[in-house]
């Protein structure tokens, strides 16, 4: 006689968790090496919790701390005073972007949307206007670039064939909200940073100090 869904047996449950070995016997097993004072036999000697051990750590990073701070040559230490003191950072340094512009000062971007499409982040926006000269197809209307997103890679420089965006040494990016933190055309072709900060990644031309924007 065939069984209906209803009155079919039920399959056989499986069977519960016993719980970690610790748990086994109706007892909590005490940890090696815990508060239980249970030390294992084989445990190093320099391993072993000591009193001793502690005071000698102690004893000497107090000697380091107090000899570093009364040395003679401690104003040759690598630290700067910053912001008073700038570090000189490589001439290929990845740092803030800069569009760069002509000669008549209008921006050699063409918005071809390499950059943005090269961007592995995605942090690059264009948005593209016709330029009124007809030898040049388009141009940006919109160009910005979160830097908060932005992973300073240059791959947008190396896939632009105009070289019309570059990295600068600029590295001070602070902000108290978050839409300050996406650079728009003025920020990125005409902040008052560029007139002081030397030029970085430019891979098709040989970094120095004549490379002017």
């Given at each position: 006689?065939?069984?209906?869904?209803?009155?079919?047996p039920a399959p056989?449950?499986?069977?519960?968790?016993?719980?970690?070995?610790?748990?086994?016997?109706?007892?909590?097993?005490?940890?090696?090496?815990?508060r239980s004072?249970?030390?294992?036999?084989?445990?190093p000697?320099?391993?072993?919790?000591?009193?001793?051990?502690?005071?000698?750590?102690?004893?000497?990073?107090?000697?380091?701390?107090?000899?570093?701070?009364?040395?003679?040559?401690r104003?040759?230490?690598?630290?700067?005073?910053?912001?008073?003191?700038r570090?000189?950072?490589?001439?290929?340094f990845?740092?803030?972007?800069?569009l760069?512009?002509?000669?008549?000062?209008?921006?050699?971007?063409?918005a071809?949307?390499?950059?943005?499409?090269?961007c592995?982040?995605?942090?690059?926006?264009?948005?593209a206007?016709?330029?009124?000269d007809?030898?040049?197809?388009?141009?940006?209307?919109?160009?910005?670039?979160?830097m908060?997103?932005?992973?300073?890679c240059?791959?947008?420089?190396?896939?632009?064939?105009?070289?019309?965006?570059?990295?600068?040494?600029?590295?001070?990016?602070?902000?108290?909200?978050?839409?300050?933190?996406?650079?728009?055309?003025?920020?990125?072709?005409?902040?008052?940073?560029l007139?002081?900060?030397?030029?970085?990644?430019?891979?098709r031309?040989?970094?120095?100090?004549?490379?002017?924007?």
């Amino acid at each position: 006689m065939d069984q209906t869904p209803e009155s079919a047996p039920a399959p056989p449950r499986r069977p519960a968790w016993p719980g970690p070995p610790q748990m086994l016997g109706g007892r909590v097993a005490p940890a090696l090496g815990t508060r239980s004072g249970r030390i294992p036999k084989d445990l190093p000697e320099w391993e072993r919790p000591s009193l001793w051990a502690t005071l000698k750590g102690l004893l000497v990073t107090q000697g380091n701390f107090f000899k570093h701070l009364w040395s003679r040559d401690r104003l040759d230490k690598p630290t700067i005073q910053y912001p008073e003191q700038r570090r000189a950072y490589s001439l290929r340094f990845r740092g803030i972007h800069q569009l760069t512009k002509r000669p008549d000062g209008s921006l050699k971007c063409v918005a071809c949307f390499m950059c943005a499409t090269a961007c592995p982040a995605e942090c690059i926006t264009i948005e593209a206007g016709e330029y009124p000269d007809k030898r040049i197809e388009k141009y940006p209307v919109r160009f910005d670039i979160d830097m908060l997103r932005c992973v300073m890679c240059g791959l947008c420089v190396d896939a632009c064939p105009e070289e019309a965006i570059v990295m600068t040494g600029d590295y001070e990016m602070a902000a108290f909200t978050r839409e300050e933190t996406v650079y728009p055309i003025s920020l990125l072709a005409d902040r008052p940073q560029l007139a002081s900060t030397p030029p970085g990644y430019r891979p098709r031309y040989e970094p120095g100090p004549a490379l002017v924007r």
